[in-house]
Each structure stands twice: as C-alpha cells, then as structure tokens.
Nanobody
Framework: QPQLVESGGGLVQPGGSLRLSCVSSGSIFERSAMGWYRRPPGQGRELVATITDGHRTLYGDSVKGRFTISRDNAKSTTYLQMNDLNSEDTAVYYC???????WGQGTQVTVSS
C-alpha cells in the first residue's frame, strides 16, 4: 500500500494560484493512475482531475481550463496547478492512487479575500 503525502495548500485570494504536490512512496509509482479529489465544506468528495500512467488526463467540469494535473515519475510526485481560484474551490484536497485505492491525509485550500 503506497503512502501519499500532500503539500502546497493554504490561503489564497480570489483569482490567485496554488500548486499542490503529492509524493508517493511504497509502490511503483509509474504504474499507478493518480488523481486529485476534494471535499468542500459540508459537501461530499468530488473529482478534480486524474492522470493515467500514460499521462492521459481527465478533469471535473468545474475546474476545466483552470486546473492542470501532471506527474513526474522520477520524483514519484503528482501535481495540481490551480489557477484563477474562486471561493467555490475552497475544500480539503486529497491525492489518490487509483491502482491501490490509497489516499493522502489531505491539504486545506481556502480561497478568500
């Protein structure tokens, strides 16, 4: 079972940007599809983006054109570049290894002026 550790969350103003990172250990990272999910306050978990081992990507409708998922297999790291953030992006963001169904502990993103 891989271990996933997210970082990069924080407080940002509307229109700002953040980059989240997720470092994986304990598995052959390049063989896993990876994803980012989020849980807004008082709501259920929702898909943000996924990336396959072949670097194919998929995005949730609410983040298309603003967020970019990527991966660096040499660093066993998955990234989420988030641009043009708004208050509806406020959530705890979780990294997910789809192959092993493993989750990170989450990182808080708060968009507020």
């Amino acid at each position: 079972q891989p271990q996933l550790v997210e970082s990069g969350g924080g407080l940002v103003q509307p229109g700002g940007s953040l980059r989240l990172s997720c470092v994986s250990s304990g598995s052959i990272f390049e063989r896993s599809a990876m994803g980012w999910y989020r849980r807004p306050p008082g709501q259920g978990r929702e898909l943000v983006a996924t990336i396959t081992d072949g670097h194919r990507t998929l995005y949730g409708d609410s983040v298309k054109g603003r967020f970019t998922i990527s991966r660096d297999n040499a660093k066993s790291t998955t990234y989420l570049q988030m641009n043009d953030l708004n208050s509806e992006d406020t959530a705890v963001y979780y990294c997910h290894d789809l192959k092993w169904d493993a989750w990170g502990q989450g990182t808080q993103v708060t968009v507020s002026s």
